[in-house]
């Protein structure tokens, strides 16, 4: 029987960083590096104030199973060991570096030796890598499934489908033998036979590129995918890729596969090859208050506000700064928050664009039920909320709700539904404990 096509919806594309190739920006005079960066149990840190560091060396060691150590993004001294509230609303330790703009590299660089599953694992876990899609999972984690025997196939996500963010495109454009490399890796150590990569169909020049790299592995298909967001997201895209369906409280592993933004991929082919841990990122800097939209190569722990001098600063009165793209982005109280592993975009928005439209009563039309993804009520679930109907939200199944914000984005009256929903998964969780 043919797939069907998931519901979604279509923003406004926004991509106008496609054509900027990355660029780095200079060294910031600063970086804030939170402890806490990853799902899963801080790091410690493991320098003090005053101390020299160069670029890659160890400064969060990663105490817990599920984590990522962390490393310094540039060379400097340490200036201090603080705290700071991080957009989750996490309180995370930090570690700023003064830096010495000579972006010294650590001499305990090397490539790991990597020859077998546990040696692979360790090196990724050595890395630093978290999901670079916006997850910020362990990377190391991700590829260690309860039953690796059950998990015959990769999914790679290229379906950038958040408006304005090119970043997954730089990489998959710009670098596309570290990506293959992390896919061969992954493929080779975990013994995954197939690979199934989903990539938007306007992104038309990645796709023919991505058939052309791979004309020669029948195990490898590139999936052209119908520009209709969300189809990066997890269950979505293995649905439309390998027509595989994630059912509540399942995780990919359960279906046989494991997912990996394409970012991360290639993240893994570089350290790989070179042994730098992650300390940078591709990020796509644009908004409406943003002088000059562009893909930055920044420093992990560089402010927002460095992140928008380098793209020209602002044209317009800022209103609000969002860490990824606007559908699922979360909002940055100021322009002093650091850039995290995990972000690939910066929002900045001016103060028209950042003022949420007034709202008014449902008018029970059902646009929010038919551009729903995993085919829920929205409608329903904002109203058990506002009722606090527990059980009732239980039914509904807001836990299956991945906050994609299409039934937030089509509602004519806007209705914060997204926002409803979060708050309803909170709701539960405390009814739980
Ligand atoms: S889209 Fe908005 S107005 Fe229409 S049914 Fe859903 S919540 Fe109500
Ligand atoms: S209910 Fe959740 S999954 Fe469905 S459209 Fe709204 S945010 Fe997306």
Redesign the pocket.
């Known amino acids: 029987m043919a797939k069907k096509v998931l519901p979604g919806v279509h923003p406004s594309n926004a991509k106008n960083t496609t054509h900027l190739a990355p660029v780095r920006m200079a060294t910031p005079a600063q970086v804030v590096i939170p402890m806490s960066q990853h799902i899963g149990a801080p790091c410690q840190p493991v320098v003090n104030i005053g101390d020299s560091v160069k670029v890659g060396q160890l400064i969060g060691e990663a105490t817990g199973r599920v984590a990522a150590p962390i490393h310094a993004s540039v060379s400097g001294k340490v200036t201090a060991v603080d705290k700071i509230t991080l957009p989750s609303g996490n309180i995370s330790v930090t570690v700023t570096i003064a830096a010495d703009g000579e972006q010294t590299p650590y001499e305990g660089i090397t490539p790991p030796t990597v020859t077998d599953y546990d040696s692979f694992i360790e090196a990724v876990r050595a890395s630093g890598a978290v999901g670079l899609g916006g997850a910020g999972f362990p990377t190391s984690i991700k590829l260690c499934p309860p039953d690796l025997s059950a998990v015959d196939t990769l999914v790679v996500n290229g379906a950038e489908c958040e408006p304005y963010i090119t970043s997954d495109y730089q990489i998959m454009m710009h670098h596309s033998e570290y990506v293959l490399a992390g896919i061969a890796a992954v493929r080779k150590y975990l013994e995954l036979s197939r690979v199934e990569m989903g990539v938007e169909e306007h992104n038309s020049d990645i796709i023919a590129h991505y058939k052309n790299l791979t004309a020669d592995d029948p195990a490898f298909t590139v999936h052209t995918l119908k520009c209709l967001y969300?189809k990066g997201?997890e269950k979505v895209l293995i649905y439309e890729t390998l027509g595989r369906v994630v059912e509540e409280g399942k995780l990919p592993f359960d279906v046989g596969c494991i997912v990996m933004n394409v970012g991360t991929l290639a993240f893994i082919g570089s350290y790989l090859a070179t042994g730098m841990p992650l300390v940078e990122k591709v990020v796509t800097v644009d908004g409406s208050a943003i002088r000059e939209p562009k893909t930055l190569i920044v420093p992990v722990g560089t402010k927002a506000g460095d992140i928008a001098a380098a793209a020209g600063g602002y044209k317009a009165e800022l209103g609000k700064i969002i860490s990824g793209g606007p559908m699922m982005g979360i909002a940055l109280k100021s322009e002093d928050m650091p850039l995290l592993k995990s972000n690939n975009a910066l929002l900045f928005l001016d103060v028209e664009e950042a003022t949420p439209p007034p709202t008014t009563s449902c008018i029970r039309c059902g646009r929010?039920v038919r551009?729903?993804?995993?085919?829920?009520?929205?409608l329903n679930?904002e109203r058990a909320y506002n009722l606090g109907l527990v059980d009732e939200l239980e039914k509904l199944k807001?836990n299956?709700?991945?906050?994609?914000?299409?039934?937030?984005y089509i509602c004519p009256t806007r209705r914060p539904?997204?926002a409803t929903?979060r708050l309803s998964k909170q709701l539960l969780r405390e009814s739980k404990k």
């Open positions: 969300p997201a929010c551009v729903c993804p995993v085919y829920l009520m929205p679930l807001v299956l709700c991945i906050e994609c914000g299409c039934c937030s539904l997204v929903h």
